[in-house]
């Protein structure tokens, strides 16, 4: 008896774009493809040859209906296969948090899952769908905001030119008036003449003289003087650049935006991602989840108030300054890709910072737990500035340009900006900084 033969994608898919056929037809020698990959083919070739045999097709190809067909069952069966568990052929519904990986009802009782978050696919879908319509909004409104900033530039543009159209209109008014003026001279001037040539010949002699004085005139063509033309230069010329280098100058610029996928529960993140307070540090840790539900996932910080940079650096010097004004308890400073996130109840140990807790300025790093720095005033603004050529983690007071402290460290991975705070207001503030525009 025949052993039953599997089938696979490749039984299934087009010679051309070796993807699973869509509508596909099929040529007189038998073999088939996409219609719209055969079109293309064709279009790019200049013949209409079969791309796997080169025999040439006289009519247009017919659908081939019962591959089809044949496709469309395999990409239902496909899905199928792709919820189910491959270890208990039982469909995928719920999510492991601490592996990230999708389970069925049975992984998640075994030994393996067994004291790991697990959560419904159902739920933990929705949550995304809400973060997406969340993101959407926020893109919408950016974009709105961009929208409204080039039409307050046109506004501008177009009052500025015809504000100078007036200006230049007023300067030829004035130049047909004066040559209104002329004309009205020489025709009283005319008129005189014609009047002494109608008088006695004695009188037409005395006043020859003085009637051709008033008859002396040389016409000449309209000037236009330097500056009476509109400049064109000044509203097309570069228009593009110039108009988003204004609305450079009036966005800000963060140098670091921060990750929300790794905020903690504790904290709340502005729009914009440039600020982070603490609005649950009266209550009791017990009640956050409850309180502030956010997905478990592995980036986020599960029990300690932080949050990180969206963007880690391996090489370059890099740096930002965060406003901490009057915040009573916080931190700042960088930490590394691999820092704990989960199961600890304690601050992550590889953190370098400097921080202000119980009227104290300090520093932390993973060899000296804590440095007390005497002799500073509590700071308004704090400057961290990363090395990664040099090892080099420093603090100081952009105001002062004070350097309260430096840490030096051989750093193997990427690291990420990290914040801290157990303080509502007013919150650490990412500093934005001019970006010059190329």
Request: glycine share 4%; net charge negative.
């Amino acid at each position: 008896m025949a052993s039953k033969r599997h089938f696979f994608e490749e039984d299934f898919s087009c010679s051309i774009c070796c993807s699973v056929f869509s509508d596909p037809v099929v040529l007189p020698c038998g073999h088939s493809g996409c219609g719209a990959c055969v079109e293309n083919y064709w279009k790019v070739k200049g013949s209409r040859e079969c791309p796997l045999c080169r025999k040439i097709s006289a009519n247009e190809p017919p659908l081939n209906l019962a591959l089809r067909n044949l496709c469309t069952t395999f990409l239902d069966y496909k899905r199928y296969l792709e919820e189910q568990c491959e270890v208990h052929q039982k469909k995928l519904s719920v999510l492991c948090c601490d592996d990230g990986q999708l389970v069925c009802e049975v992984c998640r009782d075994s030994e393996e899952h067994r004291n790991h978050t697990c959560r419904p696919i159902c739920e933990v879908a929705e949550e995304k769908k809400h973060d997406s319509r969340i993101i959407e909004s926020r893109i919408r409104k950016g974009f709105k905001n961009l929208h409204q900033l080039l039409d307050d530039e046109e506004k501008v543009m177009i009052e500025g030119l015809q504000i100078e159209k007036e200006e230049k209109l007023e300067i030829i008014k004035d130049q047909v008036k004066k040559m209104n003026e002329d004309i009205a001279s020489l025709s009283d001037a005319i008129k005189d003449l014609e009047q002494t040539l109608n008088s006695e010949d004695i009188r037409l002699l005395k006043n020859f003289k003085d009637t051709l004085k008033r008859l002396k005139y040389t016409p000449q063509d309209p000037e236009v003087s330097l500056g009476e033309l509109i400049d064109h230069a000044k509203y097309i010329g570069n228009l593009k650049f110039n108009v988003l280098s204004k609305i450079r100058e009036s966005v800000p610029y963060s140098p670091v935006v921060l990750d929300p996928k790794t905020v903690n529960c504790q904290l709340k993140l502005s729009d914009d991602l440039t600020d982070v307070w603490n609005p649950n540090m009266f209550l009791d840790v017990s009640e956050y989840w409850t309180i502030v539900p956010l997905p478990t996932n592995l980036e986020r910080f599960q029990h300690y108030p932080c949050v990180l940079g969206s963007v880690g650096y391996s090489t370059g010097t890099h740096s930002w300054d965060v406003d901490v004004s009057d915040n009573s308890f916080w931190m700042v400073g960088v930490t590394t890709e691999s820092v704990q996130r989960k199961g600890t109840f304690g601050l992550p140990s590889d953190i370098w910072t400097i921080g202000f807790e119980s009227e104290t300025l300090s520093v932390r790093s993973p060899l000296e737990s804590r440095v007390h720095l005497s002799g500073y005033e509590k700071p308004k603004q704090v400057r961290v500035k990363l090395n990664m050529s040099e090892g080099q983690v420093s603090f100081s007071d952009p105001e002062s340009d004070v350097v309260y402290y430096t840490f030096t460290h051989n750093f193997r991975e990427k690291v990420f900006p990290f914040f801290y705070t157990e303080c509502l207001v007013p919150p650490l503030r990412i500093l934005p900084v001019v970006k010059p525009f190329h």
